[in-house]
């Protein structure tokens, strides 16, 4: 397995929020959950242009054209237009921590469980889960890797992990006392890593 050390290569910092949940990637905004709202960043400005009124606890993700948001037992399916939650599915096991949407599905990381569970985005059904040695936070892809934050003893880990039987294959460990709580990576270079209560959002360089 390889192991490195994270290259944080920016934070960002918002003053009206406390916890970052979740993490996502449109393309052009980075979406995070705050707890009562979903909001729109800049990647470049590093400002919030939009607000969402969802219950957005946990997870988040982006399947091309609807957000999916995780409050407590149900997943959220939002029109990231007009802030409308369109439908809803149940959450597996009761509840989660990440969400990726790759495949047609989408990948929830169940926290306390040490899981990620492959999920249908319209019923709930359970496609497949694979297991962990750690508790899952943050789900994402980078490209065709699926990768997914860990959160323990107030340490951190990005893992790269295969897809089909959960084997870890890469990991970069965060400095500690830096937590993961949220992970979307833009599709090229870098991950954007929730930063729990510390209220940030910071940028990491995927190792070459």
Same mark, same amino acid.
């Not at 997943?75 to 237009?81: F, G, L, R, T, Y």
């Given at each position: 397995m390889k192991q490195t050390s994270a290259a944080i290569?920016?934070?960002?910092?918002?003053?009206? =929020?406390?916890?970052? @949940?979740?993490?996502?990637?449109?393309?052009? @905004?980075?979406w995070i959950a705050t707890g009562d709202t979903l909001n729109a960043v800049d990647p470049d400005s590093g400002e919030t242009v939009r607000k969402l009124d969802v219950r957005a606890?946990?997870?988040t993700a982006f399947d091309g054209r609807y957000l999916f948001q995780i409050f407590g037992d149900r997943?959220?399916?939002?029109?990231?237009?007009t802030?409308?939650?369109?439908?809803?599915?149940?959450?597996?096991?009761?509840?989660?921590?990440?969400?990726?949407w790759a495949e047609g599905s989408l990948w929830v990381g169940q926290h306390r469980n040490r899981k990620i569970h492959q999920v249908d985005p319209e019923?709930?059904?359970?496609?497949?889960?694979?297991?962990?040695?750690?508790?899952?936070?943050?789900?994402?892809w980078l490209g065709d890797e699926l990768w997914h934050g860990t959160w323990e003893a107030d340490r951190s880990e990005l893992r790269h992990v295969d897809a089909r039987t959960g084997e870890v294959l890469e990991q970069?460990?965060?400095?500690?006392?830096m937590i993961?709580?949220?992970?979307?990576?833009?599709?090229?270079?870098?991950?954007?890593?929730?930063?729990?209560?510390?209220?940030? =959002?910071?940028?990491?360089?995927?190792?070459?």
């Open positions: 290569v920016r934070e960002y910092a918002f003053p009206d =929020v406390t916890t970052v @949940h979740g993490v996502s990637f449109d393309g052009a @905004h980075i606890q946990a997870g997943i959220q399916k939002v029109d990231p237009q802030g409308d939650v369109v439908a809803t599915i149940p959450t597996p096991e009761g509840g989660a921590a990440g969400m990726a019923t709930g059904a359970i496609i497949r889960t694979l297991e962990s040695n750690r508790f899952v936070t943050g789900v994402t970069i460990d965060m400095p500690p006392s993961v709580s949220g992970l979307e990576s833009n599709g090229r270079d870098t991950f954007f890593c929730g930063g729990g209560t510390s209220g940030k =959002v910071r940028a990491v360089r995927r190792p070459a």
